[in-house]
C-alpha cells in the first residue's frame, strides 16, 4: 500500500508563495505519476498539475506560469511551488499517485488560504 503525506499549506497574502510538499512512502515512486488537484469550497476537484516519470509536466490554465511541478526520486517527493498567489488559488490542495494496475493513492490534503 502506497500513503501520501501533504505538508506546507497555510495562510498567505496575495502576492505571496508557498511550497507543498508530498512524501511518498511506498515503493516504485520512479515509476508513479504524480498529480495535484485542489478543491474549493463548492466546486468541483480540479487538477492542478501533473509529473509523469520521465520528468514531463502539465498544468491548468489557471496556473501556468505561477505553479512549478517537480519530483525528487530520491526523497521520494513530489513539491508543487506556488507564487504570485491570488484569492482564488484558496483551496485544499491534494496530492495523488499512480501506477497503472498496481497504485491509485490520494493523500489527505493540506489547505492553502490566500488573502486579499
Known amino acids: 500500500q502506497v ?4 505538508s506546507g499549506g497555510g495562510l498567505v497574502q496575495a ?3 508557498l511550497r507543498l510538499s508530498c512524501v511518498y512512502s511506498g515503493s516504485r515512486f520512479s515509476l508513479a505519476a504524480m498529480d ?3 478543491q474549493a469550497p463548492g466546486k468541483q ?6 509529473i509523469s516519470r ?3 509536466t502539465n498544468y491548468a490554465d489557471s496556473v501556468k506560469g505561477r505553479f512549478t511541478i517537480s519530483r525528487d526520486n530520491a526523497k521520494n517527493t ?3 511551488q506556488m507564487n504570485s498567489l491570488k484569492p482564488e488559488d484558496t483551496a485544499v490542495y491534494s ?3 499512480k501506477i497503472p494496475l498496481l497504485v ?3 493523500g489527505q490534503g493540506t489547505q492553502v488560504t490566500v488573502s486579499s
Open 45 to 50: 476537484r480540479e487538477l492542478v498539475a501533473g
Open 54 to 56: 520521465a520528468g514531463s
Open 78 to 80: 513530489v513539491y508543487l
Open 3 to 6: 500513503q501520501l503525506v501533504e
Open 15 to 17: 502576492g505571496g508563495s
Open 36 to 38: 495535484w488537484y485542489r
Open 104 to 106: 491509485d493513492s490520494w
Open 95 to 97: 496530492c495523488h499517485a
